[in-house]
């Protein structure tokens, strides 16, 4: 199995999961249904509407994802699903959530904006160790955008630390995404950098002047 196909049948169970979560309450049992059965025993199950409710880089992802998932649950399920999006900021997002809008998947940057929706009680507290990985079904990887030619010759987070070397990067105050750049450094530097505190620090405080 190629590895576009692997990643696309990971996001259909992911949102399979919320699929059979709708109007369910928390206490409810949902039965997901198997791809293994034969959708032509059944005839055709009225059309159903989704709202994913996500953080604003997942355009693409999702404008993507939702045809390959639309085409999967119509072969396996003869039913139609149509799928809107609402993009925003992940705390904004998780806030409107929590203040009424009606989203059958909630897909946001951090755990704590997750948190606040289980706070509110719309879902269980207890949602992060319910699934495999801390329910992180996927993970994403940081890309450093350089000058024509790299000219500095950045190659790793370890580059970010040289004197001549600046970084640009959201506000992780704000920004999940930011926030993502930061652990990512500070991992980066607590693997490589063995204890070493001074250079872990370093590369941490890297950030800073972006802040």
Sequence with gaps: MSMKKLSELSFVMVMILGLAAC???????????????????DPMKPAVELLNVSYDPTRELYDEFNE???KYWRETQNQEVRIKQSHGGSGSQGRSVIDGIQADVVTLALAYDIDAIAEAGLIDSDWQTRLADNSSPYTSTIVFLVR??????IRDWSDLIEPEISVITPNPKT????????????????????????REKRLGYSFTGCI
């Design 23 to 41: 109007g369910g309450g928390s206490g409810g049992q949902s039965r997901i249904p198997s791809a293994s059965e034969d959708p032509a025993a």
């Design 68 to 70: 390959v998932f639309a």
């Design 175 to 198: 920004s999940g995404g930011a926030r993502w750049n930061y652990l990512a450094a500070w991992a980066y530097a607590l693997k490589q950098y063995d204890n070493d505190s001074y």
């Design 148 to 153: 024509k030619g790299n000219p500095k010759d």
